[in-house]
């Protein structure tokens, strides 16, 4: 039988004692690491003798996957997961071989069970294409998306089916990015129906492309632009970010110090799948103008509570108080891990309002490694509660104001979370002025 070559994507002679190497590996990095010292009950000696017998019979390392799958499914929670090593060939090359990475400026969401197109970046390659969202993907490249999302989602286990509902957008957005300049053909299904072919030159995007661990090099957007009120009255901030980075935090500063005089601030997390949990503390401290918990992470070895910090100075050094106004934060399937850590943390202190569809419900930290086979092992080493003791794991941030994502509105133009932020917001502005005028302010 064929096997994979280590981290190469070749084909090579199927390796038993690579095999039952690799999955050593994966049980002793839970052994050391893991919060739960029992084990959620389990007999992990008696695991590890399970996982080393289903290695060593194995005859192909999808084989031996499965087996570490198994493993991990005793433990019953996120955070679990193994890339393989095709998947992952490339990712600790050096970054100056990947700064011709490019973009054509589309998001996707699986939608009862098709791939739409949730979102086009404004000047884009898909946008000057006349790409518009809410068409349906039915190819991508040589990729026949059905089959590829029929498959993905052929799994057994519920939880590993909710990861790979979550993984799939991500994988096909990573599909669409290539070398700067290189064209990709896609098939797609308007609101008619028709189908519309295009192809799609891979741009320059204007993100700060970063490496994190043994992750894939990440582009790290981050936009900002302030709204003005219908009468020209007041303004809200927009912010949206798609990965907890810090080449974020002065971009951050510098639109907090545009929206100081703003009615409100929209915080845009949907897309978001984590990244630096820590974060937390210094971007609540933007909205909080006293220490507050944003929840507790419990180790192997103790506990580290996260405390925002805050601002009170941007960094120029003039002073910045925190922002005052309202605050709405926009989550969907995909604000996975830190997004949910702050979005909890500031709807449990009041501070926040809610809006979109339920997070992924995928919070708890975790670590990469790679094992002795090339693949890539994403692993659980901490639990987190919120400030209000719950456990987001396998629950997620339920909205105040739940607006699951339609493709009917997308089709329309519309984005019905934002458009009940903005309601909240100016609501909640129109009240304070009238209460400041005695209730006879502008209807």
């Known amino acids: 039988m064929q096997g994979q070559a280590r981290g190469t994507g070749k084909r090579e002679a199927f390796e038993p004692a690579l095999a039952v190497a690799t999955a050593d590996s994966a049980w002793s990095k839970v052994a050391q690491s893991y919060y739960d010292t029992t084990f959620r009950g389990h007999d992990w000696d ?18 031996v996957r499965l087996a570490i799958g198994a493993m991990f499914a005793r433990l ?51 946008a000057q294409s006349g ?21 993905r989602l052929q799994v057994g286990d519920v939880r590993a089916r909710r990861l790979a509902a979550l993984q799939l957008p991500l994988a096909l957005i990573s599909r669409s990015q290539g070398a700067v300049g290189s064209v990709v ?18 741009q320059t995007v ?13 582009f ?29 935090m002065p971009r ?13 601030v929209v915080m845009d997390l949907r897309g978001n799948v984590g990244g630096v949990a820590a974060m937390v503390m210094g971007m609540g401290g933007y909205f909080l103008d006293s220490t507050a918990s944003f929840g507790t992470m419990t180790m192997r070895g103790g506990a580290l509570r996260y405390v925002s910090n805050p601002r009170r100075s ?25 997004s949910e850590i702050f979005a909890a943390g500031l709807q449990a202190m009041g501070r926040a309002r809610v809006f979109g569809d339920r997070t992924a419900g995928q919070a708890l930290p975790s670590m990469l490694t790679r094992l002795p086979n090339g693949d890539v092992m994403q692993y659980v080493v901490a639990d987190f509660t919120a400030p209000d003791g719950r456990r987001l794991e396998a629950r997620g941030v339920a909205p105040d104001e739940l607006l699951p994502l339609r493709r009917g509105a997308l089709l329309e133009g519309r984005d019905e979370a934002l458009e009940a932020a903005l309601r909240w917001i100016n609501g909640a502005a129109s009240a304070v002025s009238d209460a400041g005028r005695g209730g006879k302010g502008r209807r």
């Open 220 to 248: 790290v957007r981050f936009e900002s632009t302030r709204r003005v009120g219908e009468e020209g009255e007041g303004c809200v901030g927009m912010l949206r970010f798609n990965v907890w980075m810090t080449p974020i």
């Open 46 to 63: 008696a695991v590890r003798r399970e996982l080393r017998t289903a290695s060593a019979r194995a005859r192909t390392m999808a084989d």
């Open 131 to 151: 790409v518009h969202a809410g068409w349906t993907l039915e190819r991508l490249g040589e990729l026949d998306v059905a089959p590829f999302v029929r498959d």
């Open 206 to 218: 204007d993100a700060d492309l970063v490496r994190y661990g043994h992750m894939p090099p990440l």
């Open 314 to 338: 941007d960094r120029a050094g003039n002073a910045l108080p925190p922002f005052g106004g309202t605050l709405a934060i926009l989550v969907d399937d995909l604000s996975v891990s830190t």
């Open 252 to 264: 951050m500063d510098d639109a907090m110090v545009a929206f100081r005089e703003c009615r409100g």
């Open 185 to 202: 053909p896609l098939v797609l299904r308007d609101g008619d129906g028709d189908v519309r072919r295009v192809k799609l030159r891979r």
């Open 76 to 126: 019953g929670e996120s955070h679990f997961a193994l890339i393989p090593a095709e998947a992952a060939a490339g990712w600790d090359e050096p970054q100056a071989e990947q700064e011709s990475l490019g973009d054509v400026g589309l998001e996707f969401r699986l939608l009862d069970g098709v791939v739409v197109v949730s979102r086009v970046a404004e000047g884009s390659s898909a």
